[in-house]
């Protein structure tokens, strides 16, 4: 199975002849606050997250393939009386993407609005003292936002992605909101 998952994956951020769209070549770097939910959220603050992304395949004028890399982080809170503010969360993914995009006119200005899917790996570590739980489960995430362009090649905007990893336990969830640059090659 883990097989077929990553030859999804390559295939989905390299993309292929059979298909007939065309590379596309846009890179981007986000910056956010990822805010823990559920069971995670009652154990954690939130903290930063980072993510880069190629949006290389272009399969036709409305949808897109690339590949993600994402980190998060976080600190523990009182949970059920114990004190865990000594407990570091964090969190990578590795996912390829769908994403689709369309222009619109807001007020004059030109600016892209998109929506995405990911699906692919995901990686958790907990850490308190030399102590350290990690695990590596399958997990989505599904978002969207706006992109304003501020020079021919390159944009700026904002967008909020929702995560959920499929853990034995229970299921860790998070948003990230944040802002993402963009620069097309």
């Known amino acids: 199975m883990k097989k077929v998952i990553i030859a999804l994956m390559v295939l989905g951020v390299c993309g292929t002849s059979v298909f007939a769209g065309e590379w596309k070549k846009e890179g981007s770097v986000g910056l956010g606050y990822a805010m823990p939910m ?3 959220g009652d154990m ?5 997250g980072i993510g880069f992304a190629y949006e290389g395949y272009k399969i036709n004028d409305m949808f897109t393939i690339g590949g993600s890399f994402f980190t998060t982080s ?3 809170k009182t949970y059920q009386g114990f004190d865990l503010s000594g407990v570091t969360f964090t969190t990578w993914g590795l996912t390829p993407f769908v994403k689709t995009s369309k222009e619109v006119d807001l007020g004059g200005r030109k600016c892209n ?3 995405e899917f990911g699906l692919g790996f995901y990686g958790s570590k907990a850490a308190v ?3 350290t739980a990690t695990s590596t489960d399958l997990g989505f995430n599904l978002g969207g936002g706006i992109m304003y362009p501020i020079a021919d090649k390159m944009q700026l905007g904002f967008d909020l992605k929702y995560h959920y990893v499929a853990t034995s336990g229970d299921a860790v969830t998070y948003l990230v909101p ?3 640059f963009t620069y097309s090659f």
Do not use: C, E, P, S
Not at 44 to 48: D, E, P, Q, R
């Open 38 to 40: 559920g069971t995670l």
């Open 113 to 115: 609005l998109y929506g």
């Open 74 to 76: 976080g600190k523990g």
């Open 44 to 48: 954690a603050k939130g903290g930063l």
């Open 129 to 131: 003292g030399g102590i």
């Open 178 to 180: 944040g802002a993402k």
